[in-house]
Structures are given as C-alpha cells and as structure tokens.
C-alpha cells in the first residue's frame, strides 16, 4: 500500500525544486560577481603598475638624457612584447588553459618593476619594459577569459568591469607617480601592489580550475554551440575592428605617452600639474569604459562602435586650437568616448569566432598594445621632427575611420545565444 508522501502527484515536489534552481541561479550570479570584482581589482593593480612606465617618462628623460624617439622606443618595447605574445598565449590557453599562470604573469611584472627601480643604463630600462610587457602578455586574454566565464551571459557587462578596474589603475599610477616616485628607487614601493595581485590571482586560479572541471563534464553531457559564420563575413569584421582599433590607440598613443610634454611645451605648466591633467584624462578614460558593454548588450555592440570611435571626431578636431582650459575639459570627452570602443569590440570579436575566447582576446589586447606602442615610436619621430603640437594635429583625423563600422555584421540576434 502507497503512503501518502508516496500517493503525492509528481507535480507537488515542482515548487521545491524551483526554489532550488533560484538559490542555485542567485547563488552563482553572487560568485560570479566576486570572481569579476576580484580579477577587475587585479586589472587595477597590473595597470596601475604599467602606467608608472608612462607616469615617470619625464624624469626617465631628464636622468638618462633621453630624446622623443628614445622615451618612443621604450614604449615600444614594452607594447610590442606583450602584443606579440598575447595571441600565442591566448592561442595555447584555449588548447591548454594554466589556471595559474595569471600569478606566474604577475611575476614577471614584479621582476620588470624591481629592475625598473634599479636599472643604471637605457639597455637595462629596456629589458625591464620587455619584463612588464611578458607579465601582460599572460595577464590579459586569461583574465579576459575568467571574465566572460564569471559574465553569467552578460559578457559586454562582464568585460567592461573588468576593463574599468585597468583604467582605474592606469588613472591611479601618474597620481601615486607624482605622490610618492621622486626619484627611480621609489619604484620598488609598487612591489607590494604586485605581490598583493599574485595573492588574489592565486585564488581566482582556484576558481578557475573548478570551472574548467564543470565545463568538461557539459561537454561530455553535450552542450551545443554557435553555428560558425561565413568565412568572408568574419575576415572582413576581422579587418575592420583592427582598423578600429588601429585608430583607437594610435589616437590613444598621443595622450598617453606626450599629453605630459605637450600641456609643459604649449603652456608652460609644471611636471607636477601636467601629470595631474594626465590623471583626469585617463580617469576619464576608465568612466566611459564602463558603459560601453552593458549598453552594448542592450543596444547592439555595432552601434556603441560607431558612436565611441567616429562620435570622438569633431573632439579630436578642435582638441589642437584649444586653451589650456578646454584642453582639459575635450581630453576629458575624448577620453570617455573613445574608452567605451574596446569592450564592445573585443566582446563583437569573440561573438565572431566562438570558443576561441583566449585567442581573440589575446589578438585584440596584443593589437592594441602593438597599436599603442607603434603610435608611440613613430609620434615620438615626429615630435623630433616637427614638434610636440604637430602630433595632434596629424591624430585628429585618425576617429573618422570609424566610418568604416559600416561594413560590421549585425549581431544582435547572436547575443543571446552566445
């Protein structure tokens, strides 16, 4: 004879169940969020520490008698290290993902710091920025990586989170700079800040491994994917965000490496009070970086590219006959605009080509760090050349490629799937 428990229609245990998904689902978007909270503080700190190349560019020039196309090639050491490896790391991580080589990429960042501090002649400054650039090269396409898994499905939210704590850290460096690095061996203080980011990028490893475990055993269950695009149709989205990106941080190289010289150059203000602008460009720079993914996931990803790159343009323009006070305030502009492209793109990008998440990742961080290092060397020539002002005025022109977004795909109806 059936008890009553057992007599009980199979719809009864539905409520119970459902409770149980909720506190499972609610559950899991609580984790996820402190796994993003965690690898965006991480961004913070690694950025934070590869600014101060940027920040202490001035008196790296005055102490070791550099010229524009020196401080140029010391940028590009340390963007073209990173950008070419970041492809070959991302590439091998999807193949073979390392849970813990963020800790081990952040090693190398310490190593590049310590000798940074040390360092008594250009050569030895240059090996130091090939160091930072190697720790980058690691940290980026796997930390992006974590972020899209941490996403819960929100990966424009996922990634603009992530990339605002890299911001935030590249605003935060000239500030800490002028503060505390009077002189090189203040460097070696920043340590702490990398052994901190080995400690929690050790536990995200943590996390990390645990998810690749749950991932596999959905894939041995059966879980689908995106059918592919049209090869066509990826090569010629492929070639336009490289050219989109290409405009971005060459554009970005200008700020971020002479902005300091040109406001000392044009009107004559103190390193101290040149940094301090350089701050809030690049504090901008990390505010607009936050909308443009969630706005992506709810608009179109096509359309915040075409309003961040080629809505920078009239800016950019007016940026080399303004005064000192709109100067500030259209870096400010430029910087929030132009920050919100990178996030929709690399998100745009890894819709492209699904499941190649550490490749398409390490592409685009290494491109735009191989862009920004590029535009440094050759900026820096023609500030030799030319002079300082002569730069911002050839690079207004450069966000009216954003024309080219014409040619994106729309994916809107892929997001949801992704």
């Known amino acids: 004879m059936s008890t009553p428990a057992q007599s009980a229609p199979p719809g009864a245990a539905q409520p119970a169940q459902s409770a149980q998904s909720a506190h499972r689902a609610a559950d899991a978007e609580r984790t996820g969020f402190r796994v993003l909270s965690a690898i965006s503080f991480a961004h913070f700190l690694n950025d934070m520490i590869q600014s101060l190349i940027l920040a202490i560019y001035p008196m790296l020039k005055g102490g070791f008698n550099l010229s524009f196309a020196q401080i140029g090639l010391l940028t590009l050491t340390y963007q073209i290290t990173a950008s070419l490896l970041q492809p070959v790391v991302g590439l091998y991580t999807d193949r073979h993902p390392k849970p813990f080589s963020l800790a081990v990429g952040m090693g190398f960042t310490?190593?590049?710091?310590?000798?940074?501090?040390?360092?008594?002649?250009?050569?030895?400054?240059?090996?130091?920025?090939?160091?930072?650039?190697?720790?980058?090269?690691?940290?980026?396409?796997e930390s992006s990586r974590v972020a899209r898994m941490a996403s819960g499905g929100q990966h424009g939210l996922a990634q603009s989170i992530f990339q605002v704590g890299g911001n935030g850290g590249s605003a935060t460096g000239p500030l800490l700079a002028a503060w505390i690095v009077h002189q090189q061996s203040n460097l070696?203080?920043?340590?702490?800040?990398?052994?901190?980011?080995?400690?929690?990028?050790?536990?995200?490893?943590?996390?990390?491994?645990?998810?690749?475990?749950?991932?596999?055993?959905?894939?041995?269950?059966?879980?689908?994917?995106l059918a592919p695009l049209p090869t066509a149709?990826?090569?010629?989205?492929?070639?336009?965000?490289?050219?989109?990106?290409?405009?971005?941080?060459?554009?970005?190289?200008?700020?971020?490496?002479?902005?300091?010289?040109?406001?000392?150059?044009?009107?004559?203000?103190?390193?101290?009070?040149?940094?301090?602008?350089?701050?809030?460009?690049?504090?901008a720079v990390a505010a607009g970086t936050i909308l443009g993914g969630p706005i992506g996931d709810r608009i179109g990803r096509k359309r915040v590219i075409w309003g961040s790159i080629l809505g920078v343009a009239p800016?950019?323009?007016?940026?080399?006959?303004?005064?000192?006070?709109?100067?500030?305030?259209?870096?400010?502009?430029?910087?929030?605009?132009?920050?919100?492209?990178?996030?929709?793109?690399?998100?745009?990008?890894?819709?492209?080509?699904?499941?190649?998440?550490?490749?398409?990742?390490?592409?685009?961080?290494?491109?735009?760090?191989?862009?920004?290092?590029?535009?440094?060397?050759?900026?820096?020539?023609?500030?030799?050349?030319?002079?300082?002002?002569?730069?911002?005025?050839?690079?207004a022109f450069l966000p009216l490629l954003g024309l080219l977004a014409v040619f994106l795909p729309d994916l809107r109806h892929r997001q949801g799937k992704a």
């Open 110 to 141: 310490l190593c590049g710091l310590l000798l940074l501090s040390v360092a008594p002649t250009y050569g030895v400054l240059l090996v130091a920025a090939a160091l930072v650039g190697t720790g980058s090269s690691i940290f980026h396409p």
């Open 188 to 225: 070696a203080w920043f340590s702490l800040a990398a052994l901190l980011a080995i400690a929690v990028l050790w536990q995200i490893g943590g996390w990390y491994a645990r998810q690749l475990e749950h991932g596999a055993r959905k894939r041995k269950a059966g879980a689908g994917t």
């Open 233 to 283: 149709t990826v090569v010629r989205a492929m070639v336009v965000l490289m050219l989109l990106i290409f405009s971005k941080y060459f554009y970005m190289a200008s700020l971020n490496t002479y902005y300091t010289f040109y406001l000392m150059e044009k009107f004559g203000l103190a390193r101290e009070s040149a940094q301090l602008y350089l701050f809030v460009f690049l504090f």
């Open 315 to 395: 800016f950019t323009l007016m940026l080399p006959h303004a005064n000192l006070f709109w100067t500030g305030v259209l870096s400010f502009i430029i910087g929030f605009i132009l920050a919100s492209a990178f996030s929709a793109i690399l998100v745009f990008a890894q819709e492209l080509i699904p499941g190649k998440v550490g490749m398409v990742s390490g592409l685009f961080f290494g491109f735009a760090f191989g862009m920004g290092g590029i535009g440094a060397a050759v900026l820096g020539r023609l500030a030799d050349a030319q002079g300082i002002e002569s730069v911002y005025q050839l690079c």
